[in-house]
């Protein structure tokens, strides 16, 4: 099988395309520790084009739209490697395909050259082979087996891809739905502290902050093996993962530095509280690590923020009957101000980064929102919220609607 010179760069070509498949399939999928150049270049460019296009759109419009990006991603990425491995190994069968020693192909005369290069090579991934074409050459037939190698390890590694990445999607957002329950879907620890410590649950509140710190920890570097995680964007940002992080950085500031030091002695100083703050900073400092998430610059009035929350965080403890630390307690009030403005940024970098409003991430949800407010026991219990004024009502469920015969 003689090769010439245009025949020899199209080998060359060939040889690259599907050495980049190869390494952009082991960085994605075995590589614990980096992240693939290739096909993450792509995701982020993708995501971009979709932040850009969708901003001026309205937010239910927009969110639908973002909310297609991780999906279209993940399936993008297996097409790109198996693209790349069809028409690289095309490029090396095509200088040979209609060479008699290396193919017996039937219909030469009415089939162009790369087209049936293009042809076997996707038969050869998939393993198909319907006959039409056939390798007879030594060198075509090592080819052929090794294109249908490649083929078979990488669709099972996409296997393997997807059922690693889909059940990370779901736990970042049961995580953010279970600590929007815990905390009265506000975004600091007031309710918290007020079901537990005011009933002087300390230990169980103790094993519930090691619990949401294993589970920080775990998702925060599920991104850095998984880097599509950055994408994922539900449509209601309580559901997403940078509310996650809003609500650890509001219960960490209030059991931290919003309860009086003396009075809750065995919470403030608890060595799981203290875990879970360092696990925050190390959780926002992996994701900062990463080529996805640049940290903000601190803001100019980010002190003033932070001591104004600091004012508003020890009234409303003071609401709920907790002793909340002294406005006069500069060791508080300046505790809190470096834990916010340290960790702030990188949740401001996370929201701008999903195509959230900064401001919604750490705004309350209320039970008409998460639709969990009922009617009968919970109206013998207390009033329920009414829905802001404008809003579509939510059906208030109860156990009296339920048909006869049919469960609740």
Not at 149 to 157: A, E, I, N, Y
Not at 360 to 365: F, G, L, T
């Amino acid at each position: 099988m003689a090769v010439d010179g245009l025949a020899w760069l199209a080998v060359a070509c060939g040889l690259v395309l599907i050495a980049f498949a190869m390494l952009d399939v082991f960085l994605t999928v075995l590589h614990v520790q980096v992240e693939s150049p290739i096909s993450n270049h792509l995701n982020r460019r993708c995501w971009r084009l979709l932040i850009r296009a969708s901003r001026r759109l309205p937010e239910r419009t927009r969110a639908e739209i973002l909310g297609w990006g991780a999906p279209l991603m993940i399936g993008g990425i297996v097409v790109f490697w198996s693209v790349l491995y069809i028409v690289g190994f095309a490029l090396l069968y095509l200088p040979f395909i209609h060479d008699p020693a290396g193919f017996a192909v039937s219909d030469v005369q009415q089939q162009s050259a790369l087209g049936d290069a293009l042809y076997f090579s996707a038969l050869s991934f998939f393993t198909l082979g319907y006959g039409e074409i056939v390798p007879l050459h030594p060198l075509a037939r090592l080819l052929a087996v090794l294109e249908g190698g490649l083929g078979l390890t990488t669709l099972s590694l996409s296997v393997t891809y997807l059922l690693s990445v889909y059940p990370l999607i779901s736990r970042k957002i049961g995580l953010s739905e279970s600590l929007n329950l815990e905390t009265g879907g506000r975004s600091d620890g007031v309710v918290l502290a007020e079901r537990y410590v005011r009933g002087g649950r300390y230990e169980a509140l103790a094993r519930r902050l090691s619990g949401i710190n294993d589970e920080l920890l775990k998702l925060g570097q599920s991104h850095g093996l998984y880097p599509v995680l950055y994408f994922v964007r539900p449509r209601e940002v309580h559901h997403s993962f940078v509310r996650v992080l809003a609500i650890v950085q509001g219960i960490v500031a209030t059991l931290r530095y919003g309860l009086d030091r003396e009075a809750h002695a065995d919470v403030v100083n608890d060595p799981r509280l203290l875990i879970l703050e360092e696990g925050l900073l190390s959780t926002l400092h992996t994701l900062a690590a990463s080529s996805h998430l640049a940290p903000q610059p601190a803001m100019p009035d980010d002190v003033d923020r932070a001591r104004r929350d600091h004012a508003a965080l020890i009234e409303a403890l003071g609401a709920r009957g907790l002793t909340a630390a002294s406005p006069d307690d500069r060791e508080a009030l300046e505790g809190h101000i470096r834990f916010r403005v340290a960790t702030e940024q990188y949740i401001r970098a996370y929201a701008m980064n999903s195509g959230y409003d900064v401001g919604s991430v750490h705004a309350p949800y209320s039970r008409w929102e998460r639709d969990t407010a009922l009617v009968g026991h919970a109206e013998a219990v207390e009033t329920p919220e009414e829905p802001p004024a404008g809003a579509e009502q939510p059906r208030r469920h109860s156990l009296l609607d339920a048909e006869p015969g049919r469960p609740a």
